[in-house]
């Protein structure tokens, strides 16, 4: 199965700047572990939402708001994909990512399933499905 691990901080974090140099070493570190494995598909940490926008939708209309988003409680800081055997082993693996003690205890993973075709497939017809199937895996430019 393949999930979604969200780095979560509150909106405090934002401005506390890059990690350090010991903390990039020991993300580093633990992501080399995820590839060795197998388990990391991809991942990617977020700028500040100061640098974000977000697009709401009501059957008013469409809006946009410019960052920062400082009436969350929660920010997304970062992202991976895994790929595991199950929601068991994605949070073993979680538990062992590094915590930088600057950050106090605001630091929370979130992991959450992705949804596959299949899970579609009582809803979407199969056409569709395929086609679908296709543009997740087209080859990057």
């Not at 070493?25 to 197998?38: D, I, R, S």
């Not at 008013?60 to 055997?85: H, L, N, Q, R």
């Not at 073993?92 to 596959?116: H, N």
Request: aromatic letters at 8%; proline letters at 5%; one cysteine or more.
């Amino acid at each position: 199965m393949r999930v979604m691990v969200m780095t979560k901080g509150d909106a405090a974090d934002e401005g506390k700047g890059q990690p350090t140099q010991e903390m990039f070493e020991k993300m580093q570190a633990f992501n080399e572990k995820l590839v060795k494995a197998g388990i990391m598909l991809g991942g990617e940490g977020l700028q500040p939402s100061s640098t974000g926008a977000r697009v709401a939708f009501s059957t008013s209309g469409t809006s946009v708001v410019d960052g920062p988003f400082t009436e969350s409680k929660e920010v997304i800081a970062g992202y991976w994909i895994w790929e595991v055997s199950s929601l068991a082993e994605a949070v073993e693996w979680a538990k062992r990512c590094p915590f930088d003690p600057s950050y106090g205890d605001s630091q929370v993973l979130e992991i959450r399933p992705l949804f596959d075709m299949d899970d579609f497939a009582e809803t979407v017809d199969a056409e569709t499905l395929a086609r679908s199937e296709q543009l997740q895996h087209r080859p990057s430019d």
